[in-house]
């Protein structure tokens, strides 16, 4: 396969998903085509989880975490992201900053994107990874599949802390 093909199959981002948070078999189905889906391991770091499957599919023009949390907080597996913990996972976010392409973002989904504490959130990450942290005002699954029609081209389910990807023709 060339490169250009190569590229042309590599998802363009990257969902994150909790199997504690209610509706994640929706959002998983709903994931358009050019979106890779993590589906996290409860018992492991999910922020390592997270930077681990990205680089395996840099560069990305979004990651989107999971809506699982409060405003301020992100619950990935066993860790919870917050303004408090940001220092002590400067050396994965740095990691997780380099699989974004130039243009790329992180979302922050559902609760832990919302109100001041979400809003905080997502500046203090910008400025510790460097890049554009958008909390967000309507769920991933809206944004992934905004004028998109029928489902996801794979499974709907798999093995927490395994990566799902879209069903390539002929492969």
């Known amino acids: 396969m060339t490169d250009i093909a190569e590229t042309a199959l590599r998802p363009a981002q990257l969902l994150v998903l909790d199997p504690r ?8 189905a709903a994931a358009g085509s050019d979106t890779a889906v993590l589906l996290l ?5 999910g922020l390592q989880q ?4 990205a680089a395996e599919y840099a560069p990305l023009k979004a990651i989107h975490l999971p809506e ?3 405003p301020g907080q992100v619950v990935l597996g ?3 992201l917050s303004a408090a913990h940001l220092t002590a996972s400067a050396a994965t976010l740095a990691k997780l900053a380099d699989t974004l392409a130039p243009e790329g973002v992180l979302r922050l989904g559902g609760e832990p994107g919302r109100g001041v ?6 500046d203090l990450l910008s400025e510790v990874v460097g890049r ?8 991933p699954v809206l944004a992934l599949t905004a004028g998109a029609a029928g489902t996801a081209p794979w499974p709907v389910w798999s093995q927490p802390g395994t990566a799902i990807l879209p069903a390539v023709a002929g492969a």
């Open 68 to 70: 699982h949390g409060v």
């Open 132 to 139: 554009a942290v958008l909390p967000a005002r309507h769920s």
């Open 117 to 122: 504490l979400g809003r905080r959130l997502a």
């Open 78 to 80: 066993r860790t919870v």
């Open 50 to 53: 997270v930077a681990e499957v």
């Open 21 to 28: 948070q209610a509706g994640w078999p929706a959002a998983l």
């Open 41 to 45: 391991d409860a018992e492991r770091d």
